[in-house]
């Protein structure tokens, strides 16, 4: 195995920040990730599975330990009933397989255009955007199970899929080979649950236009947000929406709307989006916006972008310290103001709020 040293990781995150890590190794084919981590594991090596680095906010410190990348790559269609069955390697840039799918008349991804980031990555925060998430079409997962040093094939709900997260999101236990997904035969999307996209395709909820109009639909949204990496767009050196949406119990809610009633009077009214267990989900933006933090906020190399609220920026030369600095600036606003605790969406190295 070819491992390379003190590879610096902000070449390898959006976020282009990160210190060295003291190994690098890639690995083609599932045999040598096997390889590769089973040797680590042996002596005690911490591994780092680095895939698009577009969810990854790591320390400036570096990693001590190995990084890989899973560049384990493939598309194979088959037919399973009425299903198509698209089998994916980890290493397969997750918006080609969306192009590929689109392509070939499979409904069901278009939705999640422009996501940067490689396939095997979209499990492990179960990647959603504009109403659909890869949760609704994986049906499996296979993966390289460390604690038991074998090859194990894991059904949906094993995968513990939830709202920008899985079993997999704060976990090292296993590391993606491949992904699995059902998809409809159909020149037509699924129907669209998202109203800003209806609105952006000019049909009703619940239609199905075609695959392409809401491919081409969906980029121009995310381009206009700085939502698809961009050579030419500052606002997309980011790591895509930096806090996920909190999730609030009956009690926490009704707090809120006591605390926002106190501040900016009854008739002010908060996104919510209630689940049938009783939890209330909130835009954490609307939060990040109403505590004081506006688009374009901060006056240096760390700052929020100019298009969207939540995707803190580097605006050249930031330190990882300098965006972690920013975002506990932002949580605690949002926390004296409402008593709201946001969450990190990325994945932090080294390094905590
Ligand atoms: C501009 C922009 C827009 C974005 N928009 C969205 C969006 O709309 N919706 C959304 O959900 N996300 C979004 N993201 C976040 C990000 O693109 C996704 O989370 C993506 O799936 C991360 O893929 P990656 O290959 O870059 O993973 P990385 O950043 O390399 O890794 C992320 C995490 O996954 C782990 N990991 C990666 N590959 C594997 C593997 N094979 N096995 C085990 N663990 C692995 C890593 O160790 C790390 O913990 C956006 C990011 C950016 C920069």
New binding site residues.
């Given amino acids: 195995m070819d491992t390379l040293e003190h590879v610096p990781l902000s070449e390898l995150?959006?976020l282009r920040v990160g210190g060295p890590a003291r190994r690098m190794a890639r690995a083609d084919t599932a045999d040598e990730v096997i390889e590769i981590i089973a040797a680590a594991d042996a002596i005690g090596e911490p591994v780092?599975?680095?895939?698009?680095?577009?969810?990854?906010l790591i320390a400036d410190g570096g990693f001590d330990g190995l990084a890989l990348r899973?560049a384990v790559n493939g598309i194979e269609v088959s037919q399973q009933g009425h299903r198509t069955r698209v089998d994916v390697g980890?290493g397969e840039p997750?918006d080609d397989v969306v192009g590929f799918c689109v392509s070939h008349a499979l409904a069901g991804v278009e939705c999640l255009s422009g996501?940067?980031?490689?396939t095997?990555?979209?499990p492990?925060?179960n990647?959603?955007?504009y109403g659909q998430e890869v949760a609704d079409t994986i049906v499996s997962v296979r993966?390289y199970d460390r604690r038991a040093g074998a090859i194990v094939d894991l059904t949906p709900e094993q995968c513990g899929f939830a709202y920008?997260s899985s079993a997999?999101k704060h976990s090292d236990a296993?590391?993606?080979?491949s992904v699995s997904f059902a998809l409809e035969r159909s020149p037509l999307a699924l129907p669209i649950r998202y109203s800003e996209l209806a609105r952006a395709l000019d049909v009703a909820p619940g239609s199905r236009p075609a695959l392409g109009d809401v491919r081409d639909a969906v980029l121009t949204l995310r381009r206009r947000k700085?939502?698809?990496?961009d050579p030419g767009d500052p606002d997309?050196v980011?790591?895509?929406?930096f806090f996920v949406n909190p999730i609030l119990t009956t009690a926490a809610f009704t707090d809120l709307q006591r605390r926002v009633a106190a501040r900016f009077g009854d008739d002010v009214s908060i996104p919510e989006w209630p689940d049938a267990d009783g939890s209330v989900k909130t835009s954490a933006a609307w939060l990040i916006e109403r505590a004081g933090f506006h688009r374009g906020y901060g006056d240096g190399r760390a700052g929020i972008s100019s298009k969207h609220t939540l995707?803190i920026i580097n605006r050249g030369g930031a330190t990882s310290g300098e965006l972690v600095a920013l975002a506990r600036e932002m949580r605690d606003g949002v926390r004296e103001a409402f008593g709201v605790t946001l969450l990190p969406?990325p994945?932090l190295v080294g390094i905590s709020l």
Avoid at 48 to 56: D, F, K, M, T, Y
Avoid at 226 to 229: D, F, H, K, P, R
Wanted: cysteine-free.
């Fill in positions: 995150t959006t780092l599975v680095i895939a698009g680095g577009s969810n990854l899973i980890a997750w996501i940067p980031g490689w095997g990555a979209t492990i925060q990647v959603g955007a993966a920008r997999f296993h590391v993606v080979l700085g939502m698809v990496l997309s980011s790591a895509g929406s995707a969406e994945t």
